[in-house]
C-alpha cells in the first residue's frame, strides 16, 4: 500500500507563487509514475503535470510555462512550484502515484490552493 503524504499550499493573490510537495512511502515494487491534478469547484479531477520513472515531463496547457514540476527520485518526492498563479488555478491539488507493474492510481488526501486578491 502506497501512501502519499501531500504539503504546501494555502491562500495567494493573483501573481504570486506556492509550492507543494508530496512524499509517497510504502511502495516494494518502485514508484513508475507520479503527478499533480487539481479538481476545481464543480469541475472534473484534470491532471497539471506528470513525470515518468525517466524524469519526462508533460504539463496541461493551462499551467504551461508557469508551473515545474519535479521529482527527486531519491526521496520518491514531487514537486509542484507554481509561479504567476491565477484565480483559475483556485482547486483542491491532488498528488497520485502509479507503481511500477501496475495500473493501480494511488491518491494523497489533497491540498487546497486558493488564489484571490
Known amino acids: 500500500q502506497v501512501q502519499l503524504d501531500e504539503s504546501g499550499g494555502g491562500s495567494v493573490q493573483p501573481g504570486g507563487s506556492l509550492r507543494l510537495s508530496c512524499t509517497a512511502s510504502?511502495?516494494?515494487?518502485?514508484?513508475?509514475?507520479m503527478a499533480w491534478y487539481r479538481q476545481a469547484p464543480g469541475k472534473e479531477r484534470a491532471l497539471v503535470a506528470v513525470?515518468?520513472?525517466?524524469?519526462?515531463?508533460k504539463y496541461a496547457d493551462s499551467v504551461q510555462g508557469r508551473f515545474t514540476a519535479t521529482r527527486d527520485f531519491a526521496k520518491n518526492t514531487i514537486y509542484l512550484q507554481m509561479n504567476h498563479l491565477k484565480p483559475d488555478d483556485t482547486a483542491v491539488y491532488y498528488c497520485?502515484?502509479?507503481?511500477?507493474?501496475?495500473?493501480?492510481?494511488?491518491w494523497g488526501q489533497g491540498i487546497r490552493v486558493t488564489v484571490s486578491s
Open positions: 497520485n502515484a502509479v507503481q511500477f507493474l501496475s495500473d493501480y492510481d494511488f
Open positions: 510504502g511502495s516494494r515494487v518502485g514508484i513508475n509514475i
Open positions: 513525470i515518468t520513472s525517466a524524469n519526462h515531463v
